[in-house]
């Protein structure tokens, strides 16, 4: 694959995993995994079929998935190097390289000429006459005759010997111990050596129930999910692979994004399936992936579910557990499904009622002068505080709008920023009337908070 050069100085886009799994990609291998899951399937034989192209076939996934042939190998090639199928020899079986029939028939040839005209037994040599050859060559009325000097053979050490059980080829009187194996196809009559021959091995497969739990989470819930994401506006990538502000690349199973004009949310949800309940340090690791690339929104979908110490270190970093039974719960919720496209185009400041009509088409519940108390118990004013639950996570986002004679300054950007961190909303955006001094720019920039600078306001309507 050719190299893709990223222009300078752009952070890189969150990648999928070029090895997504064959049930992600495959329609077919999914439905066949649901099959054994729900034990319809236990063992995929093979049944041999010389008269067909591939040799062998696997009548019972062709029923059940309706495809044929190499495209049934191809799925479960993939399943078994995947480890969800155990893959058992079953069968090897000889190709013809020509016409790719199994119908193949084994044939012996002198080693020397090529002949098929061999014999094979006792061969005997004359001392007399230094004749070698079968011995029914030398047999004539019941007694050993030479057939080269027509003398009687007497006896056995003494005026002939055997040379033991051998293969003596009729037209050049090679004599050899070794023939050469050809193989004649059938079907198209033509006649291969043996080390030209293509050999194939046939496999049985069966489930391996080691990764039953996690597929049992792949295959219907997780797609449920992600759909899910999909319908609320959200791009979804599987297998993220996305770069931390420490310089590490991070894998996170499901990242959801969602460019809403005004901010963008990305929610990091981590799958951690297991045979025993999930550890804490797992749940340390998922924190800190979600943390080390500025996602604040955390989701950890967990089977069977969580250790105690473990649930309590994700409750204080407001990560969001979910169990497959509490997943569905979420899936068959309808809360705030959007009602209407999001616009794909950047959201452009007009006035306030504008913004405000912009958030509650998008879903948000927009409360105006809103009053909040902050973790340290002070009592704050919001200009708009616009509230989204997606049924999944609660998104808020807190909106100051600030009206100055010439630029705004830094410390009403500082108030604004100090405020939505006391009240805990990480979404801040922040409206300057005519403008941010550079300081305040900078300062917003850092503290992460989405600046509209407006030169004056249109009047509202
Ligand atoms: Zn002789
Ligand atoms: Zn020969
Ligand atoms: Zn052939």
């Known amino acids: ?134 011995e029914d060559e030398y047999i004539s009325r019941g007694r050993y005759m030479c057939p080269k000097c027509r003398q009687e053979l007497r006896t056995i050490g003494n005026d002939y010997q055997s040379l033991g059980l051998l293969y003596k080829c009729r037209d050049c009187d090679n004599v050899f111990n070794q023939p050469m194996v050809k193989w004649s196809c059938l079907k198209c009559s033509s006649l291969t050596a043996q080390e030209k021959i293509i050999e194939i091995n046939v496999y049985s497969y069966s489930f391996n129930e080691e990764r039953r739990s996690w597929l049992e989470f792949e295959i219907k819930p997780k797609q449920q999910l992600i759909d899910f994401l999909k319908q609320r506006g959200y791009e979804v990538i599987e297998n993220a692979t996305v770069k931390g502000r420490s310089g590490a690349e991070h894998k996170i199973d499901i990242l959801a994004t969602r460019d809403d004009g005004v901010v963008t949310y990305k929610i990091a949800i981590g799958v951690k399936v297991a045979e025993d309940k999930i550890g804490l340090h797992e749940i340390f690791d998922f924190d800190d992936t979600a943390y080390d690339s500025g996602i604040h929104d955390k989701v950890l979908v967990v089977v069977p579910g969580l250790h105690r110490e473990a649930e309590k270190f994700a409750s204080l970093q407001r990560i969001k557990v979910l169990e497959v039974r509490d997943l569905e719960t979420v899936l068959s919720s309808a809360v705030s499904k959007p009602s209407e496209e999001i616009k794909k185009e950047p959201f452009e400041f007009k006035s306030k009622s504008q913004l405000i009509k912009y958030l509650k088409k998008l879903g948000y519940q927009v409360e105006e002068n809103a009053e909040v108390q902050g973790r340290s118990g002070a009592k704050h004013n919001l200009d708009i505080l616009a509230t989204r639950d997606d049924g999944l996570v609660t998104h808020h986002i807190a909106v100051g709008v600030e009206v100055a004679e010439k630029a705004v300054e830094l410390d009403k950007v500082f108030d604004f920023d100090d405020k939505a961190y006391d009240i805990g909303i990480l979404d801040k955006v922040f409206i300057a009337i005519p403008g941010l001094s550079p300081e305040a720019r900078q300062f917003a920039q850092r503290q992460r908070i989405r600046v509209f600078e407006v030169e004056e306001l249109e009047p509202s309507g």
């Open 1 to 134: 694959m050719a190299e893709v050069n990223m222009p300078k100085n752009t952070p890189p886009e969150p990648t999928g995993n070029p090895q997504a799994s064959v049930i992600e990609e495959s329609e077919k291998a999914m439905e066949l995994v649901a099959e054994m899951l729900a034990g319809n399937i236990v063992d995929i034989r093979p049944q041999l079929d010389f008269t067909g192209p591939v040799g062998f076939f696997y009548p019972y996934v062709e029923s059940v998935l309706e495809v044929k042939g190499e495209e049934v190998v191809s799925i479960l090639e993939a399943l078994a190097s995947e480890e969800i199928l155990n893959r058992n020899f079953f069968e090897k079986l000889l190709r013809c390289p020509q016409c790719q029939s199994v119908n193949l028939r084994p044939s012996t040839h002198c080693a020397r000429c090529g002949s098929g005209n061999i014999g094979r037994g006792r061969v005997l040599e004359h001392f007399v006459c230094k004749h070698v050859g079968l």
